[in-house]
């Protein structure tokens, strides 16, 4: 149980187009999910979080308008990538926790964004 | 400022015990966490504590003083595939998770 899916689990694409990453608990409902991107060796870095029905909330230094995220159900949240940079490239990671609980957290296999 | 502190890499032998110790400073506390980290892929969890004192589960251990701001994740029997990162993360008042930078945790034969 307690299974997170992340789709694509891979994706290159042009600098100035937008990606959109998928984000799905598949056999539990999730209030909230989060968002964390991470660089080679460096620890996890959380983006932002997303509550069902509501706005995200982002981290400091993030900015709303490039990483757009929707929690548009209580199964599945997306973050789009707009207007890409090489800087963007970054493996992306989802996580999401049980409805049921206030501290369980399980991640999705997370997404290696290559913006080129 | 809230802050995570575990050594940035350990070498440990296969078949030994290896200790990764993790210290915390942070705005409220309700619990800690480990989650493993193999390259490319995302953490899997370890394990949760919220009390002082010892979980044990399998081979991985994991230790809790609350007073003292800290925490250790022990490993027994060492594996080749326990090569991996060793993040520690302390859930703050808000319920969010704060990160260490992770361990990198390198076996030999």
């Known amino acids: 149980g307690a299974v997170v899916s992340q789709h694509p689990s891979w994706v290159i694409c042009k600098s100035g187009t937008s990606v959109k990453i998928e984000c799905r608990s598949l056999d539990f409902q999730a209030t909230t999910m989060f968002w964390y991107r991470q660089f080679p060796k460096q620890s996890l870095m959380l983006m932002a979080t997303?509550?069902?029905?509501?706005?995200?909330?982002?981290e400091q230094g993030v900015e709303k308008d490039k990483f757009l995220i929707n929690h548009a159900s209580l199964t599945l949240s997306t973050l789009t990538v707009t207007s890409a940079h090489p800087e963007d490239s970054s493996f992306y990671i989802c996580?999401?926790?049980?409805?049921?609980?206030?501290?369980?957290?399980?991640f999705g296999p997370g997404t290696r964004l290559t913006v080129t | 400022g809230q802050n995570i502190d575990q050594p940035t890499e350990m070498t440990a032998t296969e078949g030994a015990i290896v200790q990764i110790n993790c210290t915390y400073q942070t705005s409220g506390f309700n619990g800690l966490f480990w989650y493993q980290q193999h390259a490319g892929e995302a953490p899997t969890f370890l394990s949760y504590?919220?009390l002082d004192g010892l979980e044990e589960k399998g081979r991985f251990s994991s230790f809790l003083s609350r007073s003292k701001g800290y925490s250790y994740l022990l490993l027994k029997e060492l594996q080749m595939k326990d090569s991996a990162s060793y993040l520690c993360?302390?859930?703050?008042?808000?319920?969010?998770?704060?990160w260490g930078a992770g361990t990198k945790l390198i076996i030999k034969p």
């Open positions: 993360a302390v859930m703050d008042s808000n319920y969010q998770l704060i």
């Open positions: 504590n919220v």
């Open positions: 997303s509550n069902e029905g509501s706005k995200a909330t982002y």
């Open positions: 996580s999401a926790r049980p409805t049921t609980s206030d501290y369980e957290q399980y």
